[in-house]
C-alpha cells in the first residue's frame, strides 16, 4: 500500500491543509497594489543615472540640458544631493562623495513629472570622470584574496589532519568546480514610492522585510523610527535581493525631500545587476579522500569567491561540506577578493546553492571512481553527528527522501554505465544529489485580537513577496484559535504592525509563525477566562519571542531533500534539454500543502536555470555584466521546465519551533544544478565543471 504523503489535516485545524492564497485574486485581477502604483497626489518620478567608468572620480556633472527639458524638477548630484546619516551598508550611501567605486554606481538623480521625462533628463545629464585602474576578474592566486573571519559562520573550519588523511586515503579525488555570477531578477523590478509630510516619511517599496528598512531610513534621515512608514503589502517577489534595503527606497525620499514632491524610483530592469547585488561567483577545489569501499576518510572544499569595495559580503559556499557527510578530517575554507565589481549579496540559498552543486557533483565523480551506487555512497557516509559542529542533528532524514524519491524516479531500471542510453541523436541520463537548508529562526512579534462578532484579527509586519505568508500565518493562527480558517483575518507588510523578522533564509513562516501561535494560544486562555459578551474593541493579546527564537540550540537543524533529473543531450545542437525532475524533502512539518509544493517546485526551476541557462559574465576591459536583461540572462521559460514532482516526508521533529516546521522557501534550488550536472555525466561520459552547461560548452 502507498502511504498517503499528505495525511488529512488533524481534525479541527486548519495547518496543512493546502488553502488557496488570501491575496490571489486581487493579484490575478490587477487589484494588487504593487510599491510603483501607490495613487499618491502629485507624485512624479526619478531615474538613475549610472557610472559611466569602472572605477574613479567624478570631476563635473553638467545638469543644465537636462533641467531644460520639459516636464524635468531637478537633477540631485553628488554635490547637492541631500546629506545622509549613518548606516552599516555603505551600498545605501548614494550621492555622498564622487568616488566611483563600479560601474553602474549611481551618480545623479534625474527627477521630473512623468517617467519618459525622468529617463530623457538621466541621459542628458554630463558627466566628466577622471577613470582609475579597475580590477573585475576573480582568480585563486590573486595578491588581495583574504580569509574572512568569524562571521555567523567561520571563514575557516579546519578538524583532523585533512591533508595527510586525504594523501594518505586508498582512493583520492582532486577536482575543481566554477559557478558564475548569478543574478535574483524577480519578477517585480525595485521600486519605490516616498513622500513627507512635515519630518514624518513615508515609502511604498518592495522589500522583503519592511521593519529593516524603517529602521534603516531612520538611521539615514536622522528620524526617530516612529516618523517612518514602509508599506510591503505586495512584493513582487525577492530571492534575496529585497532583504536589504536598496537604493531606491533612499533615492526615492532624497528625491521627495529635495523637491517637495511625492517621488518614484522604479528600477529598469537593466539596472538591477549593478544595483541590487547578484550571488558572487565561487571556484572550489575539492578533494575527497575516501576506503576501497566507500568510506569518507577526508573532505576538503576551499571556496574562492569575489565581494566589492563598497561592502564586504562572503558567498558561504564551503558551508554545506560541514553538514553533509562523515568526514573525520574535515576542510571548509573560504578566501575572498575585493574587487571593482557591483556589491554582491543574498541569493536564494546563498552559499548552499553554489556549494551543493560542487560538492554533491564531487560525490558523483567519487561514486564513479568507487563503483559504488551515488545513492548508496551517500547513504554509507551518513554522519552521527554534524561534522562541523559535533551537534546530533535535531532530525535528518536524507537517506529516507534518497530512498523514496529513488523508486518513484525508477533508479532501479537505470543502467549506471555513462553514454549507455541513446535516442537517435540524443543522449539520455539520469542523475541524483542531495539537498540541505539550515533551519534559522529570528525573534518576531505579533498580535492577536477577538472581536465580538466572533472573528479574529492578526497583525505581524510578516512580507508576503509571493510565498502565500498571510495565509498560512491565518492558518497557524486558527490552529491555535481552534477556530475556522475564516474567521481569521491578517494584516501583514506595515512597518506600523508589530515588528517581524524579514522574509529571507527561509525563516519567515518559522519566525512570525512562533510569535503568532504564542499570542493565539494566549489569547485562547484569556479567552476561557473572559465572562460574557467582549468588548467593542474586543481583547488583543500581544506576543514576542526575543531571546528565545533565536537561543543557540543544542540540536543541529536542517533540512534535507533528495533530486533526481533526467536529461537529454543533442549530440548534434549541444542542447541539453531537462526531461523529468522530482524533489523529496524531508523539513519537518508542512503547513500549507500548496504553498510548500510551488516553493519547492519554484526553487527546483531556479536550480534548473542555474544548470543550464543562467549565467553572468564579467567583461573585464568594461568591467561590468555583459547580461544586464532577461534577453541575455535566460532563465527558465515554460517550455524549459519539464514534468517536476515535489512532494515531501512527514517529518515529526520537536526541536524547532511551535509547529514543528522547517524552512522551505530555499532547499528547492540546493542540489538541483549538480542533479542535472550529474545527469548530463551519465548521458554523455563527460564531466563538465563549469555552470551553466549551455550548447558551447557541450559541443
Ligand atoms: Mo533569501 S536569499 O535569504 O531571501
Redesign the pocket.
Known sequence: MEQDPHPAPRTGTALGAPAVRREGREKVTGNARYAAEYPVPGRVHAWPVPAAVARGRVTGVDTSAALALPGVLAVLTPGDAPRLGGTDDATLAVLQNRHVPHRGWCVALAVAETLEAARAAARAVRVDYATEHHDVVLRPDHPDAYEPGKGAQPGRLEHGDPYGAYAAADVRLDTEYRVPPLHNHPMEPHASTAHWDGDRLTVYTSS?GSTTVQSVLAGLFDLPEEHVTVVAEHVGG???SK?TPRPDVVLAAMAARHTGRPVTVAYPRRYMPTAVGHRAPTLHRLRLGATTDGHLTAVLHEVTTHTSHVRKYVEHAAVPSRVMYTAPHLLSSHRVVPLDVPSPS?????GEAPGMYALESAVDELAGALGVDPIELRIRNEPEREPGSGKPFSSRHLAECLRESARRFGWDRRDPRPRSRTEGPLLIGTGVAAATYPVLIRPSTATAQALPDGTFLIRVNAADIGTGARTVLAQVAADALGAPLDRVRTEVGRSDLPPASL???SSGTASWGWAVHEACAALTARLAEHPGPLPAEGLLVRSDTAGRADADSPYARHAFGAHFAEVAVDTVTGEVRARRMLGVYAAGRILNARTARSQFVGGMIMGLGMALTEGSTMDAPFGDFTEADLASYHVPAHADVPGIEADWIEEDDPHLNPMGSKGI??IGIVGTAAALGNAVHHATGIRFRTLPLTPDRIL
Request: glycine share 34%.
Open positions: 522583503q525577492g530571492f534575496g532583504g543574498w541569493m536564494r540559498a546563498p522574509a529571507g533564509d522557501g530555499e
